[in-house]
Structures are given as structure tokens and as C-alpha cells.
């Protein structure tokens, strides 16, 4: 699969070490040239979830990936205006990089929502290859699915990962009651966090 380019795509709200695992292991699974992490300024489907600041994230993305040079900041879904879909992510990347293939990355519980994305017919036929990061607990029936989205099951490429228990949701959680968290994001991003006051 040389020559495609992974695309991560998240609120980073904090970017946490699941998430370098999961970048890490699809460029490697997949033989990717590159992934790029796609900040989202406001995801669409969490309209009203209160999030940091689109300038401290890109501040923590970029701690988190500075010394990988696999690993890029895109603003793909930084200097456009929202909604932001995985569609219109794809397209601007497609519009700038136009010799470009590109492989979404993504968990097995992702995928199993795919139906429920907005245009995913479309999605589908832009995306060159779907990385999916099989987890635990989630089995995704590709007949059903196949059924829902025909042609998915030619995008899929499985892999697998160590299991990683991190999540953004729960490292807020643990800042906001006061509990240990520093060993769950890459170096300097704690303290940055407990510099600028952030999910107190």
C-alpha cells in the first residue's frame, strides 16, 4: 500500500498515547508514507459538548507528535468553515494533494457507525482504504455492513494493536477530580494542561 497517506482525524481533546498507538501501528499495518493528525475544530456530532480551545489543541498535537516525523498536523478541518465531515476532510485534502491516496483511520466501533456518517456512499468512494483498528468486544458484521454500504468491504483493512484503556473522556475525568494522569499522554502535554488550567 505504498504511497498512501493515513489520515487521523479527532478533537484531541487531550491527543493521549491511544492515540499515537493507533497512528503508530496503521502507518506501520498499512505502509503508510505518513498520517496526518486532522484536528477538528467542532465536530459535528458533538454540537453542544463543551471542548478546549482549537488553538490549545493544536498546541497539544503538535507536543505530541514532534519528535515522530511520520507524523504531521494538517489543518484540513482548521482553515475551512464546518460542518466538518469525514467527506469534506477528504475532499480538501484530495483538492490540495490531488496526487494523493488516502487511508482513514479509524477503530472496528467506527466502522460499525459508518452507515450512520453523513453522505457515507460518498466517503467511500473518495477513501482509497479504510484502516480499522480491531478492538476488543467489537465484532462488526462485514455482511451486514456490506449490505448497508456496498463496496465497503473492498476498502477495509483490519489490524490489530495492544489495547490501550485511555480516553479523553476519562483523562478530563481524572484532571477534574484531581487524580493521577501524567503517564497517560505524551511528554510536556500534563504540564501544559495543568498550566493552562485546562478540564478543571
Not at 493515513?6 to 487531550?14: A, E, Q, R
Not at 498499512?30 to 465536530?43: C, H, M, R, Y
Amino acid at each position: 500500500m505504498a504511497g498512501l497517506i493515513g489520515v487521523l482525524g479527532g478533537t484531541f481533546d487531550p491527543p493521549h498515547i491511544g492515540h499515537l498507538v493507533l497512528a503508530d501501528i496503521g502507518r506501520w499495518a498499512l505502509d503508510l508514507e505518513k498520517v496526518l493528525w486532522v484536528v477538528t475544530a467542532q465536530p459535528p456530532h458533538k454540537p453542544d459538548t463543551p471542548i478546549s480551545s482549537i488553538d490549545d489543541r493544536i498546541t497539544m498535537v503538535e507536543m505530541a507528535i514532534e519528535d515522530d516525523p511520520a507524523f504531521e498536523l494538517s489543518y484540513a478541518d482548521i482553515d475551512r468553515p464546518g460542518p466538518f465531515y469525514a467527506i469534506d476532510t477528504l475532499r480538501w485534502l484530495k483538492e490540495r494533494y490531488d496526487r494523493a491516496d488516502y487511508a482513514y483511520l479509524m477503530g472496528a466501533d467506527s466502522l460499525m457507525d459508518l452507515p450512520k456518517w453523513h453522505d457515507p456512499m460518498g466517503f467511500l468512494e473518495i477513501c482509497g482504504v479504510l484502516g480499522v483498528m480491531r478492538r476488543p468486544g467489537v465484532e462488526v458484521d462485514m455482511l451486514e455492513l456490506e449490505l448497508k454500504l456496498p463496496g465497503v468491504t473492498g476498502k477495509v483493512t483490519f489490524f490489530d494493536a495492544p489495547l490501550i484503556g485511555i480516553s479523553g473522556q476519562g483523562i478530563r475525568h481524572r484532571v477534574r477530580n484531581r487524580e493521577p494522569f501524567r503517564y497517560l499522554l505524551p511528554q510536556g502535554i500534563a504540564e501544559f494542561i495543568i498550566e493552562k488550567g485546562l478540564y478543571r
